[in-house]
């Protein structure tokens, strides 16, 4: 595999501890068993989960962390009990590699909410290894995480669909945002935000964007078909959305305040969380007692959604918005997405520029 010593089958790059700088990595994947699929990463998206968990901003952070649970690539080995995948096909994981198939949440499909759930990264592995992500050179995954990705659409523009893409549409469907000419507020235009805004015109619904940031307007209104763009730090214009929007669905992935949000909610409307800032956020129980309106939440999508989730974006010609960047600009894209300062998701460009990226580190 791609610079990697006798040693090691896999290079990717790891943050050692929360300053979350990222390094090259050397480690090894298991063999390809009976019922895994192999496959060669193409490409990676940035979550912004990467970037609070890389600097343990949650708590929790396991060192080293090789991040990434946004993966796209092209199967190059199959286990003998494979039935689903073949050589040669365009696959994707997300955010699970395993769970315990067993358990309530399992039996349902929703495998997300399994509490022995195996994360791509950050995870103990069933054999007590760490689990490593997508930013490297291949991976090894059983065959019932792994999904099938839509061949007509740009691969590049799939991979971020695993992660920002099922988290917004699992909660969407599941609490019924997918209503056409209903009212749906997308809070946060980022990787998941912008997600939503696409979801929610395939779903025929009136999409507004409220967002902090003035220069993402003329994109969310052009570039994504939302109907209106609502800048929140106008506290007029905020006012004027008052009792107008049926469901909110909220990105951000900062602390900020939910009274606002909740004023624009219509009397029995609901405002979903996605976004997980770290800190505890706060809201007035009149807020929402006096209107019967619901604050919920949701984390990312079953498999067997998730597979539903790309074959829609497949049908309806649905990709990310995405800044294509090679290996070695990792961490500068790190510092700019703490600054906000990306439309609307970075991807790592892994397959061409891993090799690059390792070697130019060792001669620096
Ligand atoms: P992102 O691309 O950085 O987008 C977050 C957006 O939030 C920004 O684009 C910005 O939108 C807004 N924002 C940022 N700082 C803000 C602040 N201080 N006040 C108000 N708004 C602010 O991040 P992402 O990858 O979409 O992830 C968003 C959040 O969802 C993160 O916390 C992430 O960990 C979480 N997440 C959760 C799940 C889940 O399963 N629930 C899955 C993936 C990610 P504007 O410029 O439009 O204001
Ligand atoms: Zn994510
Ligand atoms: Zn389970």
Not at 19 to 31: D, I, N, Q
Not at 266 to 277: A, F, R, S, T
Not at 291 to 304: A, E, P, Q, T, Y
Request: contains cysteine; glycine residues 10%; aromatic residues 8%.
């Amino acid at each position: 595999m791609t610079g990697t010593s006798a040693k090691h089958n896999c290079v990717g790059f790891a943050a050692h501890d929360s300053k979350g700088h990222l390094v090259p990595f050397e480690f090894s994947r298991r063999p390809v068993g009976d019922d895994d699929v192999s496959f060669k990463i193409e490409f990676c998206g940035i979550c912004h989960s990467d970037l609070h968990q890389i600097k343990n901003e949650w708590k929790g952070s396991k060192y080293p962390m090789v991040p990434g649970h946004e993966l796209v690539g092209i199967v190059d080995k199959v286990g003998s009990k494979v039935t689903n995948f073949k050589v040669g096909q365009k696959v994707g994981v997300g955010c699970i590699v395993n769970s315990c198939r067993k358990c309530e949440s399992c039996q349902k499909d929703e495998e997300n909410y399994c509490e022995s759930m195996i994360g791509t990264y950050n995870g103990t592995d069933k054999d007590g290894s760490p689990t490593y992500g997508g930013y490297s050179s291949y991976v090894v995954v059983n065959e019932k995480y792994v999904l099938h990705v839509p061949d007509n659409l740009d691969f590049a523009a799939t991979a971020p669909l695993l992660c920002a893409g099922i988290t917004t549409y699992s909660p969407m469907r599941y609490y019924g945002m997918d209503k056409p000419g209903k009212t749906f507020g997308v809070v946060g235009l980022g990787g998941l935000g912008h997600m939503a805004v696409q979801f929610g015109k395939a779903f025929g619904m009136h999409v507004i964007v409220f967002s902090t940031s003035p220069n993402k307007k003329e994109e969310a209104l052009k570039g994504l078909g939302a109907d209106e763009f609502v800048v929140t730090k106008d506290e007029e214009a905020m006012k004027a959305y008052k009792n107008k929007v049926d469901y909110i669905l909220d990105t951000v992935s900062a602390k900020h305040p939910l009274a606002p949000y909740l004023n624009v909610l219509k009397p029995d409307g609901k405002l979903i969380l996605v976004g997980m800032p770290p800190e505890a956020m706060e809201f007035a129980p009149a807020g929402i007692v006096l209107s019967r309106k619901l604050i919920g939440g949701s984390m990312i999508g079953g498999i067997k959604e998730t597979q539903e989730m790309l074959d829609f974006c497949g049908k309806h010609d649905i990709t990310c918005k995405i800044e294509k960047i090679p290996m070695d600009y990792v961490n500068t894209a790190m510092d700019r997405l703490v600054k906000n300062d990306v439309k609307y998701r970075f991807v790592l460009d892994v397959a061409k520029t891993m090799e690059k990226a390792v070697q130019s580190s060792k001669e620096e």
